[in-house]
Structures are given as C-alpha cells and as structure tokens.
C-alpha cells in the first residue's frame, strides 16, 4: 500500500463513519463511541494498552476496543529511520501477542513486547510498537554500519532524552542514564553511550582475575565468557596466559541492581574468583554474584531480574522441585503447581511477567467473559431451557436425549451429541449445552494468550489438523483451534496411559497414538517416555461404520504380533491407537473409520480461490448422486468433492483436484 493510499484510506475513516472493519479485528464490525456515559470506560485500548477514552471504537459482540487515533493508524509504514535495511519493503501493522513471540525480538526502540499493535517488516524480525513508531516519526536517526563492538548495526542519537522511553533505559556499559549521545542497537536490548565506546580502554586489571591484566582482543567467531559462561561475539578482554575471557559487558558489571518490582530489597555485586551456587536457580556461577544481605541470599546476575509473580504454562521438566530453592507456584489454595526458576528463565515465552498483584485478578476477570447467549426461558431449577444464540437464526431448546436414534453431530464441536443438549425445532442445528454456554473469549493455558470465539466458517486447526466446519477459539490473531483442542487441559489424564499427562512444548518425541513426530509439543508423561499429540487425544471414543453393525470403540493396545485392518486390509501398526469391536473382533486404522474428513459438514462452503479459473464459491460434499465426472482430471466422482454452490453451472472436482496436483 502505498502512502498517498495509506491517508486516503484514513481520510474515509475520519469522515465521521460510525462502523468500521479493522484487519487486527476481521470477525465482526467496530463502531464508534462518541461520547462517555455516567459509567465511564473502563477497558483497555488494544491498540495502545492505555485506558478507553472518546471517541474510540468497539465491538459489540466481544470485549475488543480501539482508540480512534489507533483505529486509524496507518496498516504500513513504508519507510522508518531505524529499519533502513528494508526500507522499499514497509513495516505492517500486527497485534501481538502470537504464537512466534519467542522469535521475534522486542521493540526497537522500547525492547519490550507488549500486547498491542505494532509494525512488523516481513523481511526480518524487526519490530516497532505502535506507542514508539508515533514517538519517533519526528525524531532524526543517522544509521552506521557494523561497529566491532557489538554483533549487530548500531543506530546513532545524538540526543536520546528527546524520546520519553529512554528515561527508563540505562546505558549497557556504565550502567548510568541516557543522557549523552548513545548507539542504539535496534534488533536487541544494546544501548551504550558514545563516550563509552570511544573512552574503550584497551588494558584493564579486573577482579575475577587478579594474576594478570586483561587485554582488549576482538574476534569475528564466539568466544566463551568465564564469568558468565556463555558464547559472545565481538571485543572481549582475554588473559592469553590462563585462556581466561570475560565480555565487555560482564567487565563492568552494575554494582547494585535494584528493582522493587522483582526483590524487596537491593542486590549488591560480589565479584569472587571462586564458583558458587546460585539460590534462586540451584545451577552453579562463577566469579560474579549478586548478594542480599537482608535474605541472604547469593544470586546470578540473571536472578536479580525474575519477576515475582509469573502468569506461567511452562511445562518443560517434570523433575521434583526442591523446597530449599526458589520456584513459582500457584496462589490458589488446593492447587500445588510448582515451576522451577530454570524453566523461567530458559523459556521466557511461555509465561507472562506480572509486575502487580492487581494484574492477576484483572487477567482473571479477562479470562472468562460473558456467554454468547441470550435466556428466553428457564425452568424451576433455574437452567435456561430456550436460549437464542449468537451463531444461529433460529432459538434452541433445551433437551437430555435423542427421540431418535440417530447419528448427530453437534454444530460446536463436530462430536457425535449425547447427554444434554440444546436443538433447533425449525432446521437440523445442535449443540452441547457445554458447547452453547462457551465464553467469547478467555485466557487459555496456550502461551496464556487470549482466545476469541468464531463461528462463522469453517478451518483447519492449527493444534489437530483437522478441518472442522464447528466452531473454534482464534489465539493470538492467526491461530485457530477447534473446541475438541480448546477443551483439553493442560493437564490431563487419559483412558490411554496410567499416569498424568503435561503439556511439553519442547517434546518432540514420536506419539504413540499415531506414531508421527510430534513438532510442536505434546502431552507426555513425566514418569516414563509417553507422548499424545492433540489429534490423537481429541479423538471420539466411539464411532460408527458400516463395516460393523456396533460402534467401534476407541482402543489403546494390540497383544497380537501382526494386525490387520479390516477397512483397507492393510497391516496396522499393533503398537498405535485404533478402532475395535470386541463382539465382532473388527479393528481398524483411526483414518479408516472416520474417513478424510470426519468433522466437516456436507455442503459447507469453500469460499473461491479461482481454482481452475472458476471464480463462484464451492461446496464440499463427501459424495455425489451419479457418480459425475471431475471438470479437471475428467475421472468419475466417487469420493470427496467440491460443488459450485451456482445452480446453473455444473463445475464439479474431486477435492484432491481442487489445486490442480
């Protein structure tokens, strides 16, 4: 988009429109709030994180709000001063948080990473929130090339306190405020002074190694820190004589670290030649440690900074957690969740740092919003026995069983309907009760991040694969996971496995339901070597299939030596997951009984993506009357198809087709 396009775009939002559609909100219409009622806003912006004020926009089916001035910010920004690599390319408009945070690095300018909109290049990881691109739209850079003393571009500013986000910042080196000219480096948290790079002093006596002074080296390959243990790049002070290196950074050290939000009290530096154990994370340290003289506590440089509350998902070990060391655990009386302080740090994108009690209790009050339900009747006990519901035309009412039996679905979650449930009288639409009284949105344990209810189309879930034409939660903008996935704990138990399940993001073992890779986490047991993805643990239980006159129910182990599958009579694996009939001894493949697609309706639209250059929306169908043949391979349809939903035009292609390949 170019920038005469961008300001035309918001001159017609600006010409006192009362709806818009905003991309970072595609589900539904945000209109405008002119004037504030007697109640006041309460909310949060999501543009800019700040309090609601007038005028601003909001969604009225969900609990989404923007200031005008954010609603109209440019979607691209086609050239900033402190990205010029790809300058021809443009920044675009994004919200975070999404499922890749861990990848992208903070804010250019702020280096955090916080829930609001923000402009992202699609060449790199580079990234500006929305807060400090306005701030320094006006604001002059003068970018050099790689300076030898850190491992990235540094940007230059002459006067960083013209900037109100430098206020907070200190310099890398000598840890005092912004207040002389500094080098920014805009693709990690590096600020140093200019002073402090040209008053580089090329020979140093230090502390940690008193034998000897070090002398400044630099070095294009890494090099390993002894102090504080890790690989660095660029200048570094080095003692030849006993192969001893230590970083820039970690020669000058902050003699005290001081942050009431994190420790009630000050740590002050111990530089020691001898290693010891750190108390927050039980690992050893060498040469620099912090120290509390109040707790008594003897600390990495690291551990000063843990924040004292964590909003956590980590689920990386399973190991038991020392009551002599500090660990994260559950404020909730009865809940005994306990993380350790290395999977804290080691894992940063799995928790969400809370700085204030109060934002616990306002993530809570986020977590579950209101129903989309409206009550029209309730019985006696109070349960609401006729509702309308936002995802439907016609009311639902409520009931315990099928008068019939038959095979139905719920319109939710695509399993087969069983217990209570509510069912439209005027067209074949059904719903768990559980699935109708859902929130709209809410926190899910996934990254912790917000989950808003759609149901508008069908998708593929981002955590099963599965296509489901029910309804799903999208988190963080992109991902979309189906009501089978969003229902699942983190914790689990499972008919399958003896023992408790935890959700590993890091697992990546093979699952033995089905035998695949799993890439992006899964379900594993921490006693033993178990693992589930999330498409083996949302399976039914049961399903029906015309090989056998039963269900075929759900089973987990095979004592035979060799299985076959009595569907495609194909060897099966008698270590995975299948289907059986104990009074029929019928077994199958999982695939094989519930077909390609087993949560997807007949006749849900696939919206046109030109294939074959037919341009009309197409419906899937599993099976069509009279066997037509395919308009792209000319082949009878005898499986999955897709169908012009045109009346008058006879496009049909098998959905294997439907690409061309």
């Not at 109100?164 to 002074?193: N, Q």
């Not at 790079?197 to 002074?213: A, C, G, N, W």
């Not at 290395?342 to 009050?365: A, M, P, T």
């Not at 995975?576 to 019928?586: K, M, P, V």
Request: glycine share 4%; with cysteine.
């Amino acid at each position: 988009m170019s920038e005469g396009e961008s300001e035309s775009e918001n001159e017609s939002v600006s010409e006192n429109v009362n709806e818009i559609q905003h991309p970072c909100h595609p589900q539904h219409p945000l209109v405008l709030v002119a004037e504030q009622s007697n109640e006041g806003l309460k909310a949060h912006c999501d543009g800019c994180g700040e309090l609601l004020s007038v005028p601003c926009f909001t969604c009225i089916h969900c609990n989404y709000h923007l200031h005008k001035q954010c609603a109209e910010a440019p979607l691209e920004i086609p050239n900033h001063p402190l990205h010029p690599e790809h300058s021809g390319v443009g920044l675009f408009l994004r919200q975070r948080p999404h499922v890749n945070d861990d990848l992208v690095y903070g804010c250019a300018l702020c280096k955090e990473k916080r829930n609001m909109f923000f402009y992202e290049c699609h060449w790199c990881y580079f990234s500006i929130d929305i807060k400090c691109a306005q701030l320094s739209s006006s604001f002059k850079f003068s970018q050099l090339s790689k300076h030898d003393i850190h491992k990235h571009p540094l940007t230059f500013i002459e006067s960083p306190m013209a900037i109100d986000v430098f206020k907070r910042f200190s310099c890398s080196w000598c840890h005092e405020p912004l207040t002389d000219a500094i080098y920014l480096c805009p693709d990690c948290p590096f600020i140093i002074h200019k002073k402090c790079i040209d008053e580089l002093p090329t020979e140093i006596d230090h502390l940690t190694h008193r034998l000897h002074p070090l002398i400044l080296n630099r070095s294009d390959s890494d090099y390993l820190c002894n102090p504080c243990q890790k690989q660095h790049s660029g200048p570094f002070y080095s003692c030849s004589l006993c192969h001893f290196n230590i970083n820039v950074e970690c020669a000058w050290p902050r003699s005290t670290v001081e942050d009431r939000n994190r420790h009630q009290h000050p740590f002050t530096l111990l530089s020691r030649q001898d290693s010891f154990n750190c108390d927050a994370c039980g690992t050893e340290g060498n040469y620099i440690s912090y120290i509390c003289s109040t707790c008594s506590l003897m600390v990495h440089k690291d551990c000063t900074s843990l924040p004292r509350i964590i909003k956590h998902d980590c689920k990386i070990c399973f190991n038991e957690v020392k009551l002599d060391r500090e660990s994260y655990s559950c404020r909730k009386p009865g809940c005994y969740y306990v993380v350790h302080v290395n999977c804290v740090l080691e894992h940063r994108s799995l928790y969400k740092v809370i700085e204030e009690e109060k934002q616990c209790e306002e993530l809570e009050e986020k977590s579950m919003q209101s129903a989309i339900i409206r009550i029209i009747e309730v019985n006696e006990a109070g349960e609401a026995t006729k509702i309308e519901h936002f995802s439907h035309q016609h009311c639902l009412v409520l009931a315990d069983k099928m008068e019939e039996e038959i095979d139905r679905k719920c319109d939710g979650c695509m399993l087969p309907v069983s217990n209570i449930f509510y069912y439209c009288s005027e067209c074949p639409f059904f719903l768990h009760k559980t699935c109708a009284e859902l929130p709209i949105s809410k926190q899910h344990w996934f990254h912790q991040s917000n989950a808003t209810l759609n149901f508008h189309t069908f998708t593929k879930c981002y955590f099963c694969s599965q296509y489901s034409s029910g309804f799903f939660y999208r988190i963080r903008g992109y991902m979309d996971m189906c009501l089978r996935c969003a229902k699942v704990a983190d914790i689990i138990e499972c008919e399958g496995h003896q023992h408790f399940l935890f959700f590993d993001f890091k697992c990546e073992e093979k699952c033995n339901g089905c035998g695949n890779r799993c890439w992006n986490g899964a379900f594993r047991c921490g006693k033993c070597r178990f693992a589930l993805d999330f498409g083996c643990l949302t399976l039914p239980h049961s399903a029906l299939h015309k090989i056998d006159e039963h269900k075929l129910k759900l089973t987990y182990h095979d004592d035979k030596e060799q299985s076959y599958c009595d569907i495609c009579e194909q060897y099966r694996d008698p270590r995975l997951w299948y289907y059986s009939c104990s009074i029929c001894d019928t077994s199958a493949h999982p695939e094989c009984v519930l077909g390609k697609f087993p949560f997807l309706n007949d006749g849900v639209t696939f919206a046109s993506y030109g294939y074959h250059n037919h341009h009309h929306d197409l419906n899937f169908f599993r099976e069509v009357e009279g066997f037509p043949e395919c308009s792209y391979c000319g082949k009878l349809c005898q499986e999955e198809i897709l169908k012009c939903e045109n009346s008058t035009c006879n496009f049909i292609v098998h959905y294997k087709c439907r690409r061309g390949h």
